[in-house]
């Protein structure tokens, strides 16, 4: 099954070997960018771990054990991750019982979404953290010994939500893990959680998906089609829960509205550029914003390939628009580089919460600028 995990030929090489040799570490550190598959790796090395196939078949996602790690009813299978608190009542108490029925609600949302598709982000409306309640729990479950399996597997999904108090009390479970036990954190924020527990743990570097394979996996949907998969895997920038996500939620409006976008601009029309600007006005359009930019982008290159490598342009079906763009300014050259810099810069800008409406305008004029002056 680790084959499934894409552009993580390092890390599943790592953890393969730690199994074959049969040295596995108390406590791993998964770490790396969002959407690459750390927690889906951690669930697959747990479930190698007590799987019940030959050696080179782990896991084999068939057996009753990994069947049990697939579901999350293993009874040595121990998850751990970020949860709302409800302001009115306790924690989860020490004997595993939520109190809230809402929260209990949104957790098992949780759970279900995790055996559905585990590589699959799930977002809570409220704050969330990992509290002391959480790690007491897993404490007092670590303590008892394993039920079934060879190993008690516990995975604290990004960890670097553990609150100061919690970290603490973890860190103690840290020097003194049984020996039947495997910790595995995953982060994408290593440098948030206390150093003590880094250097507790084996680390595992986790990369970007390469575009080829998220482009890959994304074409496996026959309903998707070619030029979509190319255009998704660039948007998605390596994430390739993002990518897959893209595809899940069918067509992106933010392709539609960049066409929208360089229509506007191509027939000048100011009155419906200021329309167009007027729903990015408030800072929860950032992310829609920043789809656009990436488009732009993939435009800016398509224009650039247009005369001499049109094998390259991702919006085939658009190629009246290009052709547009591109006669209105053929010193493509020059411009390109320079355009595809402003960009990123506004992107960057936008993650600093600069205002989106006032980005949008000052790409506006300079796209304006240099196709239409
Ligand atoms: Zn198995």
Known sequence: MFREILGQDKAIEILKRAIELDKIANSYLFFGPEGVGKFTTALYFGMALNCHATLD?????????????????????????PFPKDPNKPDISIDREIKSEKILEEYKAYIDNKIETPWKEFFFPKN?????????????????????????????????????????????????????????????KPSSLLPTIVSRCQKINFFPVP???I??????????????????????????????????????????????????????????FLEFVNHYRTSKTQSKLAEIITHLIIWISDIS?????????????????????????????????????????????????????????????????????
């Open 57 to 81: 078949k782990r896991p084999c996602g068939a057996c009753a054990s990994c069947k049990k790690f697939l579901t999350f009813s293993h009874p040595d299978f121990l998850f751990i991750f």
């Open 128 to 188: 969330v953290g990992i509290r002391i309640a959480s790690i007491r729990m897993l404490e007092h479950r670590i303590q008892l010994s394993p039920n079934e399996g060879n190993y008690k597997i516990c995975i604290i999904e990004n960890a670097e939500e553990m609150t100061t108090q919690a970290a603490n009390a973890f860190l103690k479970t840290l020097e003194e893990p049984p020996e039947d036990t495997i910790i595995i954190l995953t982060t994408s």
């Open 211 to 213: 575009r080829e394979l």
């Open 215 to 272: 482009e890959k996996k994304l074409e496996e949907n026959k309903s998707l089609e070619n030029i979509e998969a190319k255009m998704y895997a660039r948007i998605a920038n390596g994430n390739m829960e993002k990518g897959l996500r893209l595809v899940e939620e069918g067509r992106i409006e933010s392709r539609e509205q960049t066409v929208e976008f360089l229509r506007i601009l191509i027939t000048r029309n100011d009155l419906q």
């Open 305 to 373: 390939y247009f005369q001499n490598y049109p094998t390259e342009i991702i919006n085939l079906d658009k190629t009246d628009m290009l052709e547009t763009l591109y006669q209105s300014n053929t010193n493509v050259d020059e411009y390109a580089s320079d355009l595809i810099n402003f960009l990123e810069e506004m992107l960057l800008k936008l993650e600093g919460h600069v205002n989106p409406q006032l980005i949008l305008i000052v790409i506006y004029n300079k796209l304006s600028k240099t196709f239409f002056t």
